[in-house]
């Protein structure tokens, strides 16, 4: 069965260092991956996504993430985080039919 | 830019109501979906619907139902609410260009408690 597993429930970095958020999937096929970021209070907003093609990923707000078939991994970083990073971090692989999958989220927290 | 509207933020109910989350998207998108978030569970899909009148079941439809009557609203109905189904409930909607790539757009969400 498909599933994606973030191994962290919460992470905590100073403003200005930089970030790794973890994220595992199992899927039979090539995967299409998507990680989202949901900031207090409010919906999930798109950072990127993997479907094909060049195995690192930029998205918005500085994200990028690297897809490794070998590692079944799909991890999110940021060079330099700002602490209007501080949300939910969710990441999902999609199936051929369009549903997603998610993983059970990454708390950031940010310390001045 | 897209935009997926919620009816309430907070809703209250007592055990055995039956109770209606309305979404509207305003981007003509084919498909929409809901979801409830639960924190360590991440977000889990009762029901989507690819176009107008037509539904699937997602992962967790047990007490639920859905209606899409037009391509704009996609309705949530608890039929008998159990305080089982406290949650955060989070409609989406996608374009239906190619349904496993695109981006799901998300609303804020209606935090619901039953009593």
């Known amino acids: 069965a498909q599933s994606v597993t973030q191994p962290d429930i919460h992470i905590t970095v100073s403003e200005g260092a930089s970030l790794e958020l973890r994220c595992n999937y199992s899927y039979g096929a090539t995967p299409y991956l998507f990680w989202y970021v949901q900031s207090p209070g409010q919906g999930l907003q798109l950072l990127l996504k993997?479907?094909?093609?060049?195995?690192l990923v930029q998205g918005i707000k500085g994200f990028e993430a690297e897809f490794k078939r070998s590692q079944s991994s799909f991890n999110l970083r940021k060079p330099s985080v700002h602490w209007s990073d501080a949300a939910e971090y969710f990441c999902?692989?999609?199936?051929?039919?369009?549903?997603?999958?998610f993983g059970q989220g990454t708390e950031l927290s940010v310390k001045p | 830019d897209v935009k997926v509207t919620q009816s309430s933020r907070y809703l209250v109910k007592r055990t055995g109501e039956k109770v209606f989350l309305e979404c509207v998207q305003d981007m003509d998108h084919e498909n929409m979906f809901w979801y409830r978030q639960d924190p360590g569970l991440g977000l889990r899909l009762i029901y989507f619907s690819y176009d107008v009148k037509m539904k699937e079941k997602g992962d967790i439809p047990e007490g639920y139902s859905v209606s899409r009557e037009k391509k704009e609203r996609f309705s949530l109905i608890l039929e008998s609410a159990s305080t089982n189904q406290t949650s955060m409930y989070l409609c989406?909607?996608?374009?239906?260009?190619?349904?496993?790539?695109?981006?799901?757009?998300f609303g804020p969400g209606t935090r619901l408690t039953v009593l």
């Open positions: 989406a909607s996608s374009p239906g260009l190619a349904i496993s790539t695109d981006t799901q757009y």
């Open positions: 993997y479907f094909s093609g060049d195995t």
């Open positions: 999902a692989v999609g199936d051929r039919g369009g549903k997603l999958i």
